[in-house]
């Protein structure tokens, strides 16, 4: 039995999985987001392990914890913690991937060299800008530590005992050298961040320390940020995770060369003793977090499982478009200022259309991603909650005009964190795909998936004005 730790946004989900993959049993907990200011998220760190420690109950209730042969953890990348070494409390609230408040410093970075070594863009997604605006704005004598969420995980997991982070983690932060892997000196001084702070980086498959937890001992045997885990699971092929936003990686292989324009190179995951491994990857702030907008915000919908069925009740968009830029926009744009926008409205325009709109960005995103990669895509696997939604699985497939292969479990971040962590303590010889389920092909002609994009590119270039 494993244990894998999906460390997310607005949740955490906990799966119990055995060697074959199969699921024993599923915990979840919510996380609350905090917004102190207008593109201002946080997260209370301690609301986040509260949640872990939740979700993972639930998660083994009918197996008993010294079952486990390992733990696999997988998180929110960038969000950026900062904690006392000597008690382990936080010294502020997280800041979480989405927020914006570093935009103007981002604007003063150099963006060349950066992407240079990084192959990241200066833009407050990331936590090398987040963590220089803690050290700016916290006041205490006591030795700090920093981490993104896995390495907040992973030191309260072992009493504080091990601070690590792995290497797809550490990439998102501004301050790796992707071409080494390891913190770089001219990156800290640019960021101001001691070197005393970081935490030591491992590759993603590997054991990094010994957890306690509900009275017995278990490895940490898997680390990876969410997407790269979801990448593993997927076994090699291009993937799109839809969840609160969207996130489209390709692997690369050993190739860590400048990422085209509106992209960024990510480490992709591997085992201790392998070769570094790298991914292409474009980042979708809004997807899912849309159509949560529509419900909490607005009420135009019960729950998100109505978004399907308001979708399909429509012959056509009807020419309403919604730019869901509610936290700027990502790849490949990157327009940290950017704001939501919907356009095309008339007299004739229900809730049916704002929903549907929210649902068709989803896809039109994920095209502007997969159209700034190099090479042609012949399949794209999908996974995360909205693939749940057929209606958009469809449209994904009819927008792009390749098949669209949905993952059996969606939760696969998940089982990409107990892949690794399998491996790590030897269960499979060698890595390998999580199952697929359902398979989508595209039906829409041609030119009717064409004129539909037109217009989203109008609404898109109305935005960025």
């Known amino acids: 039995m494993l244990l894998a730790i999906d460390q997310g946004t607005t949740g955490t989900t ?12 599923r915990g979840y907990a919510e996380v609350p987001q905090h917004f102190p200011r207008p593109g201002w998220v946080e997260h209370d760190p301690e609301e986040i392990w509260a949640s872990v420690l939740a979700a993972a109950e639930q998660a083994l209730q009918g197996t008993r914890p010294q079952e486990l042969q390992a733990i696999g953890i997988t998180n929110q990348r960038e969000t950026t913690v900062l904690w006392e070494r000597s008690t382990g409390r936080p010294v502020h609230n997280a800041i979480v991937w989405q927020d914006r408040r570093t935009a103007e410093r981002c604007r003063e970075l150099p963006a060349a060299r950066l992407r240079e070594l990084t192959g990241l863009v200066a833009d407050p997604y990331f936590s090398a800008t987040k963590l220089e605006w803690l050290l700016r704005h916290v006041e205490t004598d006591e030795p700090l530590a920093f981490g993104t969420v896995d390495s907040w995980l992973v030191w309260k997991l072992t009493g504080g005992r091990v601070h690590a982070t792995d290497e797809t983690n550490a990439s998102r932060t501004l301050l790796v050298s992707l071409a080494t892997l390891g913190w770089d000196e001219e990156l800290l001084e640019l960021f101001g961040i001691p070197p005393d702070l970081l935490p030591e980086i491992r590759p993603s498959s590997g054991v990094v ?12 045997a898997g680390i990876a940020g969410d997407q790269q885990a979801a990448l593993f699971a997927a076994g ?26 509106g992209l960024v190179r990510t480490a992709a995951a591997r085992r201790a003793g392998e070769l570094p491994a790298y991914a292409l990857e474009g980042s979708v702030f809004v997807t899912g977090a849309a159509v949560q907008w529509l419900r909490d915000g607005l009420g135009l919908v019960g729950d998100a499982a109505e978004s399907a069925a308001a979708a399909a009740s429509l012959d056509g968009n009807d020419g309403v478009y919604f730019v869901p830029a509610l936290a700027g926009l990502g790849s490949p744009h990157w327009a940290p200022d950017a704001r939501g926008l919907i356009a095309g409205l008339t007299r004739g325009t229900r809730r049916e259309h704002l929903v549907r709109a929210a649902l068709e960005a989803a896809a039109y995103q994920t095209r502007d991603v997969l159209d700034a990669m190099p090479g042609q895509l012949e399949l794209l696997r999908a996974d995360g909650g909205m693939t749940a939604n057929p209606w958009l699985m469809q449209f994904q497939a009819d927008v792009l005009g390749i098949p669209v292969e949905v993952a059996a479990e ?37 030119d009717e998936a064409e004129r539909l994009y037109a217009g989203w590119r109008e609404a898109l270039r109305r935005t960025l004005l």
């Open 209 to 220: 320390g010994e957890a306690e937890l509900f009275g017995t001992t278990v490895p940490v």
């Open 236 to 261: 090699g092929t291009a993937k799109a995770t839809y969840g609160t936003g969207s996130f489209v990686l390709a692997p690369t292989g050993t190739d860590c060369s400048l990422p085209p324009e």
């Open 14 to 25: 906990c799966l119990v999985v055995d060697d074959e993959l199969r699921i024993r049993g």
């Open 410 to 446: 969606p939760e696969q971040t998940a089982l990409g964190a107990a892949l690794l962590a399998g491996l790590a303590v030897g269960l499979w010889p060698e890595p390998h795909a999580a199952p697929a389920g359902a398979r989508y092909e595209p039906h829409m002609p041609r």
